[in-house]
T-cell receptor
Framework: EPEVTQTPSHQVTQMGQEVILRCVPI?????FYWYRQILGQKVEFLVS????????KSEIFDDQFSVERPDGSNFTLKIRSTKLEDSAMYFC???????????????FGAGSRLTVL | AQSVAQPEDQVNVAEGNPLTVKCTYS??????LFWYVQYPNRGLQFLLK??????LVKGSYGFEAEFNKSQTSFHLKKPSALVSDSALYFC????????????FGQGTTLQVKP
């Protein structure tokens, strides 16, 4: 079964450092998402991406965050200068369609745990 | 704004007994509702969804959910719980706009005891 893969599974970084989290969505999917889950809390939407541009972003997704799809397969989330409160599990997800029988079924990766010291 | 609420942080049930995990929603327009499950150190896995049609939706691993428009609820159910069903369960609703994002509830931990 196709899956979304994320790397690294765990990254530890110092506050103020840049971090790039990588995702390979399912190959025929068109819609891409990043979510965040702080330990023990709910899964929060960060950003959606379609047709090589951001389609929606949340209040959490401030200027420290950016996304890109550099080569048509990878989908990356960059945090420019990490803060302690960025420590969380980051999930990438992708979806094929927004309408019809498969509408909105997001397939999630296993996540990248980011620890900021 | 679209939102879902899961009123229980944890549900405990004995193996073999029926289980219910509750979810209520608030949406403008027709709701697209989902249930996902998260096992420890894993991503979220899709269980089932309601978009239109029959109010009783069947999904993976023997789970089902009942859409109730008058009560704005979408409770997850299973007739006979297994210990392996123990996990974190999230209800979700499609967000407004046309980006396909999902908005998740706070999650309910299901503990099935032998």
């Amino acid at each position: 079964e196709p899956e979304v893969t994320q790397t690294p599974s765990h990254q530890v970084t110092q506050m103020g450092q840049e971090v790039i989290l990588r995702c390979v969505p399912i190959s025929n999917h068109l819609y891409f998402y990043w979510y965040r889950q702080i330990l023990g809390q709910k899964v929060e939407f960060l950003v959606s991406f379609y047709n090589n541009e951001i389609s929606e972003k949340s209040e959490i997704f401030d200027d420290q965050f950016s996304v890109e799809r550099p080569d048509g397969s990878n989908f990356t989330l960059k945090i420019r200068s990490t803060k302690l409160e960025d420590s969380a599990m980051y999930f990438c997800a992708s979806s094929a369609v927004l309408a019809g029988p498969g509408a909105n079924v997001l397939t999630f990766g296993a996540g990248s745990r980011l620890t900021v010291l | 704004a679209q939102s879902v609420a899961q009123p229980e942080d944890q549900v405990n049930v004995a193996e073999g007994n029926p289980l219910t995990v509750k979810c209520t929603y608030s949406v403008s327009g027709n709701p697209y509702l989902f249930w996902y499950v998260q096992y420890p150190n894993r991503g979220l896995q899709f269980l089932l969804k309601y978009i239109t049609g029959d109010n009783l939706v069947k999904g993976s691993y023997g789970f089902e959910a009942e859409f109730n428009k008058s009560q704005t609820s979408f409770h997850l159910k299973k007739p006979s719980a297994l210990v392996s069903d123990s996990a974190l369960y999230f209800c979700a609703v499609r967000g407004s706009g046309n980006t396909g994002k999902l908005i998740f509830g706070q999650g309910t931990t299901l503990q099935v005891k032998p």
